[in-house]
């Protein structure tokens, strides 16, 4: 009765029987009936808060740089219009150092800032004869 049958018998080098393991499948959620375009739904109204979040955000940083970007506008226009002042002055002061400074007119130079004259030249003044009588009546009548 004890029957050892060659099926029974395991040898010393084979590998021990493999278990079957069966695997579930896994059961893909189906799309009810009723919505089946909830999936999309729900997609596009996500971009759509997206959307008007980075547009309201985009708002408001305009709301804040535009009146910056005037202020800034007008601090230019003030700033150039001194600039063209000070390039104008600066254009006069340029004309009377290179006037100064020329050699060809030192000598006339010297003259104009102090009374001297060049030893071979003779100063002449011009007066004014209504200012002559107008002094010369007072001495007279003084040295009476």
Known sequence: ???????????????????????K?????????????????????SK???????????????VQLVPRAIAQQEQLKEIEQEVSTLDARVQTLQADFSYRFDPHQAQRIMQEQSNRIAPRQVQVIWLDPSVQQADAAPEESWQE
């Open 48 to 62: 759509l808060g997206i959307g008007l979040t980075l547009l309201a955000i985009v708002t408001a940083g305009l």
């Open 25 to 45: 499948r896994r059961r893909t959620r189906a799309i009810s009936p009723s919505h089946p375009h909830r999936a999309m739904a729900w997609e596009v109204g």
């Open 1 to 23: 009765m004890s029957a050892i049958r060659s099926s029974d018998v395991v040898s010393l080098n084979s590998p021990p029987p493999r278990k079957v393991v069966r695997r």
